[in-house]
């Protein structure tokens, strides 16, 4: 019976699809990243803090 119980309610293979998960979430935030930076996005935002910078720096 112990044996059953263990098949039924064991954890193996939960290891295996939880690094799956993390796998599968770290792809989805390459992909938006890489998404942000093909789209310009980034340089504008960085354009944007810089300028900012240099008119509060008085440049």
């Known amino acids: 019976m112990e044996r059953i119980k263990s098949l039924i309610y064991g954890q193996a293979g939960q290891t ?12 989805l935030v390459v992909g938006v990243f890489a998404a942000f930076v093909k789209s310009g996005a980034l340089a504008d935002m960085f354009e944007t803090i810089v300028s900012g910078l ?3 720096a008085g440049g």
């Open 54 to 56: 240099v008119k509060r």
């Open 16 to 27: 295996t699809a939880e690094y799956a998960l993390v796998l599968l979430a770290a792809g």
